[in-house]
Every structure is written in C-alpha cells, then in structure tokens.
C-alpha cells in the first residue's frame, strides 16, 4: 500500500519538488543549534551589513548588527514547530465534532454544525489577534489560538466523509454485528477518512505558519523567539535602506508554503 | 448470402501492461449480416464489448487494436479519421448503452437531445428535426409522445428512457445497431417489452443488431446468432438453438448449466416446524419533499402492511422489481431502518420495539448478506479481521474470535491464509463469501441475503447459491432471499412472497407460485421471464 503510494506520489513532478524544499528547511530547523551556536538575538557585526559583503555573514546583519541567516535557520524551528502542532491541535478538535455530527446526524449534527458555523462567521485572522493578545504573546498562545481558528474545515470535511461512508454497506453490517457505535467510527469509518484529511492538513499546516508569521509581523509574536514574521516585521520601517532584511525572511515563507501546497497536492 | 455489414476478421486488441492479459481480444472473428440479431455473450471480463467499442471509435486511451481489421461494408474502420468515423457513426452505426440515465444529458429535453442527432450531421430543419422527433418517439412505443417529447430524463422511468436511446439510434436509420447490455440495469418486465421493440424494429428496418450481454435468457429471447466469449476469445458461435441446445465448448455447457432452472421443486410442507421469525403489519412511509411553499409531499408506502412468518429451516424467498419495497422490508427486520409500525417477533422478542443493549443482543440472531461485495467490506480492514469483529464486539477474545474466523473461511471454501489479506485481494464471489462468514460469525438463526447474488456472474452466482443451500441445512439456519431474479428465487426458495409498491400481492410454496400464480402481477412477472418460453419448449 505504501509502495504503491510512493509511486503515485513520486509521478506529480510539483510535489516532488514541493518535499525536496520541505526536508531541506526541515534539516535547516533541526541543525540550526549546530550550524550557528550563537544565540540569533546577538549582535555580532557592525549594522546594515549588506548580503555577500562578507563571507562570514553571507545575508548580512539587521538593524542591531544580528545575523540574518541565522535568524532564518532559527526562523524556521519557530514556523515549523507552530504550523504542525497547531494543525495537529485543529484536527484534534475538528475530528470529532466531524465525526460524531456525521455518524449521528440530527440534533447532534444540527448543534454541533450550528457551534462550527459560529467559529467560521468570525473572520479567523481578527480572531486569531484578539486571542493572543487575551491571554499574552507566547508560542503556546500563538499555537492555541491558531489551532482555534482552523479546526472548523476539518470538522466540515470529516462530517462530510462520514455522511457518505455512514450508510456503506460494511458500516451497516457492523451495526449488524453488534459494534458500539465508538468502535464502529473508530475502526470502520475513520481509516476510510484519512487521505483527504492529510491533504488538508498539509494545506492547513501552511496557513497556521502564514497566520504565525502574520501575528509577529504585528508584533504578536512570542517576543522570545526569533521568527521570520518578526524579522519582516522589524525590518519593514528601514525597508528602503535595507531591502534584504524583509526579503529574505519572506522568500523563506514563500518556499516553504510553496512546498506544502505542492505536496498537499500530489 | 449478401456480402456481411460488418466483418470482423482476426480482431487483437491489445490491453496497457500490468493488465491480467495481454489482449482485450485475441484473434477474434465473426461476421454480422443485415437483418439479423446476433448475440455476444461472457462473462464480465470476457472481452465481450471490445470488439463493439473497437467498431465505434470508443476504446479508452491505452487500450489499443494491434492487429487484424473491422470491415463495414468493406471499409477498414480501424484505418478511418477521427472525422470519417464521426460522420459515419449515428449515421451508418449507432450504439444504446447500459444505463440509459448517463447516457442521457439530465438538462436537456428529450425532442432537442433527439434534434441533435440530426443537427450533428447537419440534415433537416429545425421543424422538421421536431417533427421526426415525435415520429420516432411514437415509433418506439413512449406513451403519449407529444408529452415525453418536452419532458427532461429525469421525469421518464428506466424502460421509457431506454425507448428515447433507442429513438436517438434509430434516428438516422443506421444500417447497424450495437446494444451494450440495453436491459440490464431494467426490472423484468420493461426488460421483455424493451426486447420485443428492438426485435420489432430491426425486422422493420432490416437492420443488423449486435447484442452484447451476460444473461442467456436475453439470448434465447432474442438472437438469430450467438458468439460466445472467454477470456478474449470466441470459444463458440453459431445459430441461437444450435448453441443453446446442443453447446460443443466445454465453457458454454458450463455457462448454461450454471443458469439456474425455472422449475421450483416441490418441498416438504413447513407444516409441524415451529415459526422462528413472526411479522406483523410492518409499516413504513418515506415522505419526500413538501413543506416550502405549496408544493405537496410526497409519500411513498415502501412497506405496506406486510405480513410475513418464517419457519426454522426454511428459506422465504421476497421477489419483486424495483422500488416494491422487498429491500425496505429486509431493512426493517434488522432495524437499519426504522418501521412506522408493526412486531416483528424474533423467537418471541419483537424486535421492533427492542433498543440499546437489548437490540445488540437480538440481533446476534437474525444478520444480513449485503448485495455489492465491493461495498459491503471494510477496505482497510484485514479479512481476519472483519470475521473476528462481531464475535469480539460481544466479548468473545481475541484469539477465539481469529480461530473462529479461521473456520468459517473454510466453511466457505476460502484458504484460511485468507484472515491475513486485504479485501481488494479477492475476486467479487470470494468476497461475498467473506460476507457469508461474516454473517455466520454470530451463529445466527435467521439470515436475511439482499440480492445476494445479482452482483456476480452466472457461474459464480451458482456456486455461492450452492454454498447458501448447503450451509443453510448444514446449520439449520432461517434464510430470507431477497431477489429481483425470478430464476434464482425459484432454484433455492420453499416458499416465495411476491411484492407489488410495498404489498404482499402473493405468497405460497415456490412450486405453485410458478406452476399457478394466482395474481395477475406474479403471472405478468413469470411470463416476463427471458428464455421462458424456449424452456418450456425444451421441457415439454
């Protein structure tokens, strides 16, 4: 099954390319510690040092004489951690609530869709900002309140598969043969949901390292951690002086969602 | 005899590799005159509609023809542009399909889908198209013409839809016709007027009709000629009673063996066996649409009153075509469905009141065999799997349960390494006998089998009937056989309920159902039967 996966996979040129980005900013994020020992908040060069000016600094420095490559390697840990554990957050909130309005349907669908929908009128971004800003800039707040605003998708697209695979002749004749209804959506109808699940979730683990990036670029982020929205963010009042500050770390963004959407894809 | 219309002469077909044979068709020949009906019959597999697609231009992409020549009144049609073919087809060939609902445009009216036709080839004006549109639709017999002329295809039935292919077919009076299994996906009745319109219309119209299809009461119903296919090749073919009559090739004797016989034997009266399974007043309504603004809902009787009791041992068998309600009712006994109202006594429990845990327990007693082996397992389950599920869902242990498994694979005649694989690993009848030991898991009494058998083909369909008679006396189990299929109610029922919209319109003993029916629905569904009439030659 994995195999033949693997050869389906490896036919959509996009997503190939789309994975090669994604391991490659994936080991960039693991080796950061090894590549650059240095803290990224540290001030090792003279200010506004210009990319390739010199080899030891080949993106030069920030404003406050910081390194900028260091900063993305360090950038990239913060995006990555936040992206995947806030989807992972979503779709264990939008699992459930999906799956059970499905398989129940009625009044049970009816109050929990009606709960779903009241999440999805509220634009997420405003929502995302009036959250951390509650309860303080932090990785934690940030991951919350992005797992907050993107699990009524997943809740939507599970209900959705569910309804169709309810009335399957095996989930019928697993009613038959006596299962509980928790083991019948746990073993006979959520394996069958997975595939366009993880298609959403690469998709949605794009989105939450958009949102996060928007959030520091706001100066929402957690004031700890080096992040490429912050370093947009920072670098945006000198941008005419100094256009790499704000390039880099956008590039960096754009590879990385490329990538998850091409793989999401594939 | 006149020069053939078309002439297939050593006909290959090649399949993309990884297929499980290298050619579609191998070596095919035949001819097919005017003013004949000649019948391809195979199984599903067999290759039997490739040869009709290679003539019309309609092969998928990686499937192609390698060899070999199709000759329509001698031209090579495998040699011809994309733009020769199109002016010759509908015009010189034309095709009806299985499902007359896809092949149909859902957003069009029936006079302008007819129109087309003649607008594609560029003849007629517009009145005229709309006049011969009625005409055609006349000619093939749709009740008021004028009406169905502006209706879309949604508001016709499955015969009336099939009328309109055949009308668009005729339209340019094609010297051939190709009918890709036309009666198929038809109930019994529509199924023997839809064979009795193209018969009447290729003698009107001197026209040479292929007649693609699975069912040897079709062809004995229709054809002058019959090729018989397996795996590729044309293993018989010769004049409709000499191959059904006397088949030479081991494969065709099998094929018609397999058929199962129309006489129902006379058994043993239930008289003295104690009833298991006690129906009564079995209601249930579907109301559709209604509600918004005045339009009136619609209600639908599905099941209407239904008395029914089921004896130990015996197999009830609930006939009737589509939308009758028979599924409704077997629906009802397992509570998939809800009844409006009605008992429904499982050895003295009426199950229709029962809920909750009291429900689970009761119905480790009465389970269902589902119709699709396709749908009806998990395909991301094991096999072991699926079998050990409900013996576990009722505290049987793990290793007990995957033991049990093992031993109703092998009841079922399947390789007990089976628990190990994936359903998708097995063929449509391996399958449903995976679904048969996944009903037996539970020891139950009672067995309901929703067209258990109208999936697979004749053969297999044989086997998994014997299978059933076997394991039912093996056992002593209660079997409901829920079927549309006449033959098959009549070869493994003792008794038989013919339903009629949601009513019981007839029940007795098999035998004298179809020695002497005494409602006029059930003689009207006997006399519907395809090759009844050729068997009742035969036997008398």
Known sequence: MMADFWKRFSRNRGAVIGLAILVFVILVALLAPLIFPQSPWRMVQRPFLAPFAMDQYPLGTDA???????GLAYGAQVSLLVGLVSTVAALLIGIPIGALAGYFGGWVDDALMRFTEFFQTVPSFALAIVLVAIFQPSIESIIAAIAIVSWPPVARLVRGEVLSLRSREYVEAAILSGQTSLTIILRQVLPNTISPIIVLASLMVATAILLESSL???GLGDPNLMSWGYMIGAARTVIRQAWWLSFFPGVAILLTVLALNLIGEG | MTDPVLSIRNLKI??????????????????LYAGEILCIVGESGSGKSMSANAAMGLLPDLVRPVGGEILFEGTDLLKLSETEMMDLRGKKIAMIFQEPMSALNPLMRVEDQIAEVFEAHGLLT????????????????????EK????YPFQLSGGQRQRVMIAMALALEPRM??????????????????????????????????????DFGVVAEIADRVAVMQYGKIVEAGTADEVLDNPQHEYTQKLIAAIPKLAAEASEGMAGKTPILEVEGLNKTYVTGGGLLFSKPRIVHAVNDVNLTLCEGETLGIVGESGSGKSSVGRCLVRLMQPDSGTVKLAGHDMAQLSGEALREARKSIQMIFQDPYASLNPRSKVGRIIAEGPMAHGVSKQEAYARAVKLLELVDLDALAIDR????????????????????????????????SALDVSIQAQVLDLLAELKERLNLALIFITHDLRVAAQICDRIAVMQKGKVVEMGPAHAIFNNPQSDYTRTLIEAIPGREKELAAAG
């Open chain 1, 64 to 70: 406050l004489g910081r390194d900028v490559i260091s």
């Open chain 2, 177 to 214: 016709l190709i009918a890709d299994e036309p009666t198929t996906a038809l109930d019994v009745t529509t199924q023997a007027q839809i064979l009795e319109l193209i018969r009447n219309l290729q003698e009107k119209h001197g026209m040479a009709v292929m007649f693609i299809t699975h």
């Open chain 2, 148 to 151: 169905a002329a502006r209706a």
């Open chain 2, 14 to 31: 090649a399949l993309p590799e990884g297929a499980d044979r290298d050619f579609a068709v191998n070596d095919i020949t035949y001819d």
């Open chain 1, 216 to 218: 520091s670029f706001l």
């Open chain 2, 422 to 453: 994936y359903p998708h690993e097995f063929s449509g009848g391996q399958r449903q006998r995976i679904g048969i030991a996944r009903a037996l898991a539970l020891e139950p009494r009672v067995i309901i089998a929703d067209e258990a058998v």
């Open chain 2, 126 to 145: 517009p009145k005229e198209r709309a006049a011969r549109a009625i005409e055609l639709l006349t000619e093939v017999g749709i009740p008021d013409p």
